[in-house]
């Protein structure tokens, strides 16, 4: 069976900073990583989601961790074709575009925003501690069905790709971008994993290289995708734990993801990620429901459960 990861989705959140669960004098940014690393061995970092990540974070990021420990990175927002602010751009970007970015994004700033990007990320891929870069694309990104209203920064109308393409045709392109990269995909759109669409799923993923993320959500909601554990590459599988709370997609931030897993509901995923151990050489389990304490918690009754140091 291959390593089993579990860890978190921030180690930086406001609300975990303010739980109290970082011991006194770890708030700075150095001491409190070095706390998180001693803790877990992997960590999902989603303000690469937000903003473009810095290359000089990423070089302190791999001197404050141990060899072994490992970053998910979570792709720009722009790479996945989601609404982007145009103050997460660096200013000469920024004057290149609108007062905002829900047009297309011109493919001349695309391709810097890709190479600024890569540029940031790579001291984690050299020192052997980038996991995988995670595509989390939005719902409207849908397989081989058209767009029903999206407005995105890539325009609405047409194929739910991005720039026009088709989905297929967009992931890829991604591949083409990430070349050398660890990528892993999670869809928002559920029809991606359900029914006959599952198996053409993963053939797509697995023929790009990519590794599909599986997801622990809500059921009974429309958006609400299965729970797979999905093996599409030898080396690495990856599970993302979101909570189960009924607000998802609808209410803000704190409602879409407080909720606190019990050990019942987190044994019951243990054959699955055991399963998907088996097949690789890796399994990220990473909990998403950064609610306070609630992400750190469950991450540790997790371990418990699977066992795992």
Same mark, same amino acid.
């Given at each position: 069976m291959g390593d089993v990861l579990v860890g978190t989705c921030s180690w930086t959140d406001r609300a975990l900073l303010a739980s109290g669960w970082y011991p006194r004098g770890h708030r700075d940014p150095g001491p409190r990583l070095r706390y998180y690393a001693d803790q877990f061995p992997v960590v999902e970092v989603d303000s690469g989601y937000y903003a473009l990540p810095s290359r000089r974070n990423s070089l302190l990021w791999a001197e404050r961790t141990p060899p $072994?420990?490992?970053? *998910? =990175?979570?792709?720009?927002?722009?790479?996945?074709?989601?609404?982007?602010? @145009?103050?997460?751009?660096? @200013?000469?970007?920024? $004057?290149?575009?609108?007062? *905002?970015?829900?047009?297309?994004? @011109?493919?001349? =700033?695309? *391709?810097?925003?890709? $190479?600024?990007f890569a540029h940031a990320i790579e001291p984690l891929r050299t020192a052997g501690r980038l996991g995988a870069v995670l595509f989390q694309f939005p719902p409207w990104f849908a397989p081989g069905r058209p767009t029903e209203g999206a407005d995105g920064p890539y325009g609405s109308g047409g194929p739910a790709g991005l720039n026009g393409h088709s989905p297929e045709k967009t992931l890829e392109e991604c591949a083409e971008r990430t070349a050398g990269w660890p990528v892993s995909v999670e869809f928002r759109?559920?029809?991606?994993?359900?029914? $006959?669409?599952?198996?053409?799923?993963?053939?797509?993923?697995?023929?790009?290289?990519? =590794?599909?993320?599986g997801v622990d959500m809500a059921q009974g909601l429309e958006s609400s995708l299965p729970p797979l554990a999905p093996v599409t590459s030898p080396e690495l599988a990856v599970v993302r734990f979101h909570g189960r709370s009924p607000a998802w997609g609808t209410g803000s931030k704190e409602d879409r993801f407080r909720y606190a897993y019990s050990e019942p509901e987190l044994a019951a995923w243990a054959p699955r990620l055991r399963k998907a151990a088996a097949q690789v050489d890796e399994l990220h389990v990473l909990f998403n429901n950064c609610c306070a304490d609630s992400a750190v918690r469950a991450a540790e009754t997790m371990r418990r459960v699977l066992g795992t140091s």
């Open positions: $072994e420990f490992r970053f *998910d =990175v979570k792709a720009f927002s722009l790479l996945t074709g989601h609404p982007t602010r @145009p103050a997460s751009l660096p @200013p000469d970007l920024r $004057e290149s575009l609108g007062p *905002d970015l829900r047009r297309r994004a @011109p493919a001349a =700033v695309l *391709d810097r925003v890709w $190479e600024r759109h559920p029809a991606w994993w359900r029914g $006959e669409q599952a198996d053409r799923t993963a053939a797509l993923l697995s023929r790009l290289g990519f =590794v599909a993320v």
